[in-house]
């Protein structure tokens, strides 16, 4: 029986760069089957990678089994510290840690690889596809809200007080600033404008607005407020932001410019203050609205409220502006900045799970991933948010 190939050097070294990308601290708690795939794409990448690069490079028996044990031990090192971060993470969270199920789940995807690598020569190409395909299976899709309509938006949760009017883009005009001017115009009829304060609430991509916000807005006034929401979307909030986040900005400025000018009409002693809030997606419009109204009528708003903006997205250190972002979101981190240098977070940032030390490329790929699950969690962790965003802001005289 003849002995083992061991693998070229340059392979064992790809695939233990590769996966150490894959094995670098998240932001978030995640499931084995999520964590093997990311293995095996990356450690099955940079093994290709090496293969391609030690081709004509002829190597002794000897040092390859000597690479492949330094890479195996570093690898076994590699997934132990994932195992306990994962485990600070499941802790700092209160949920048990991995068992011996989620650890055997995290390695199926790379043994399957392996396997298939090294059935022989004739399946080399077959092992290159099934990388391929596992990669292709570990991208991860953007988060977004959990898509609702107008119906969610009026009576989730809402108090018999609530004046909450909301303007669907079921059967409407897509032109922004008449659907704009009608819902003003409804929210007037309503008696909007007998109520203290009035939050433009930007939906994300969707047409979702967070209940929970709606009830911190509304537990924060006593009831003395009205919300309104301008739909512009009716897809996932990340397709929209990865399309355009135009429509988000667009349909937020003419929401506010269609109240500020009803508002302007009447007596200042019965102008309701105006707040401007907006999560994820919606945050982005809520900025644009904001930079609107101080160019256009710097008097007009009271607050703005920006809740897990995208990194970058929004200007979150501008006047009389509150930003909630959860230090475990991976939407406030990531960028592709990431790959260079560590994230740009807001100083109002919590500090709610422990927080991922920065490396290069690795920290990327781990915002990446933490996407995936980034609405699995409860309220202050991940991208989900609970009534904070609606109870801190401030009072503005009427």
């Given at each position: 029986?003849?002995?083992p190939?061991?693998?070229h ?5 790809g ?20 964590a093997?795939l990311?293995l ?20 002794g028996?000897?040092?390859r089994r000597?690479?492949?044990?330094l ?11 994932m ?7 499941r ?11 989620w650890?055997?789940t995290?390695l199926?995807?790379?043994v ?15 092992g ?6 596992v990669?292709l ?9 959990n898509?609702?309509?107008?119906t969610?938006?009026?009576?989730a949760?809402?108090q ?10 079921e059967?409407a ?30 939906p994300t ?15 924060r ?13 009716d ?15 667009e349909?937020?400025v ?18 309701p ?7 994820s ?5 809520a900025?644009?609205a904001?930079s609107?109204?101080?160019r256009h009528?710097p ?10 903006a ?10 009389k502006t509150t930003?909630v972002?959860n230090?475990?979101d991976p ?18 940032t919590?500090s ?9 490329m ?11 699950g ?9 991208h ?15």
């Amino acid at each position: 029986m003849s002995a083992p190939r061991w693998p070229h050097p340059l392979v064992s070294i790809g695939a233990l760069v590769g996966a150490a990308v894959a094995l670098a601290p998240g932001s978030l708690p995640r499931t084995g089957l999520i964590a093997g795939l990311l293995l095996a794409a990356f450690g099955g990448l940079g093994a290709l990678l090496g293969a391609m690069a030690g081709h004509r490079w002829q190597c002794g028996h000897r040092s390859r089994r000597i690479v492949a044990a330094l890479a195996g031990t570093l690898g076994v090192a590699f997934f132990t510290a994932m195992v306990l971060w994962q485990n600070d993470l499941r802790g700092a969270l209160g949920v048990p840690p991995v068992g011996a199920g989620w650890i055997a789940t995290a390695l199926a995807p790379s043994v399957i690889l392996a396997a298939a690598c090294t059935l022989g020569r004739r399946s080399r190409a077959a092992g290159a596809v099934l990388a391929a395909a596992v990669a292709l299976t570990a991208m991860p899709s953007p988060a977004g809200a959990n898509p609702a309509v107008a119906t969610t938006f009026v009576t989730a949760d809402a108090q018999p007080s609530s004046l909450r009017i909301y303007g669907s883009l079921e059967g409407a005009d897509r032109d922004f600033d008449a659907r704009a001017a009608a819902t003003v115009h409804r929210w007037q009829t309503a008696g909007g404008m007998e109520r203290g304060a009035v939050v433009v609430a930007v939906p994300t991509g969707s047409g979702w607005v967070d209940g929970d916000a709606m009830k911190g807005f509304e537990s924060r006034f006593g009831g003395d407020v009205s919300v309104i929401a301008l739909q512009y979307s009716d897809i996932p909030s990340w397709q929209a932001f990865v399309s355009s986040p135009e429509p988000a900005r667009e349909s937020a400025v003419a929401l506010v410019s269609a109240l500020v000018r009803a508002i302007g009409a009447a007596p200042e002693s019965a102008r309701p203050s105006i707040y401007v809030y907006g999560q994820s997606l919606g945050a982005v419009g809520a900025d644009s609205a904001r930079s609107w109204a101080e160019r256009h009528a710097p008097e007009s708003l009271c607050h703005t409220v920006l809740v897990g903006a995208p990194a970058g997205s929004a200007t979150l250190a501008a006047a009389k502006t509150t930003v909630v972002a959860n230090g475990s979101d991976p939407v406030v981190r990531w960028s592709p900045r990431l790959l260079w240098q560590p994230p740009d977070l807001p100083p109002t940032t919590s500090s709610d799970l422990p927080a991922p030390p920065w490396f290069p490329m690795a920290s990327f790929v781990q915002a990446s991933a933490d996407l995936i699950g980034a609405l699995s969690y409860p309220a202050g962790h991940g991208h989900q948010y609970g009534t904070e965003q609606g109870l801190t802001v401030p009072s503005c005289p009427r």
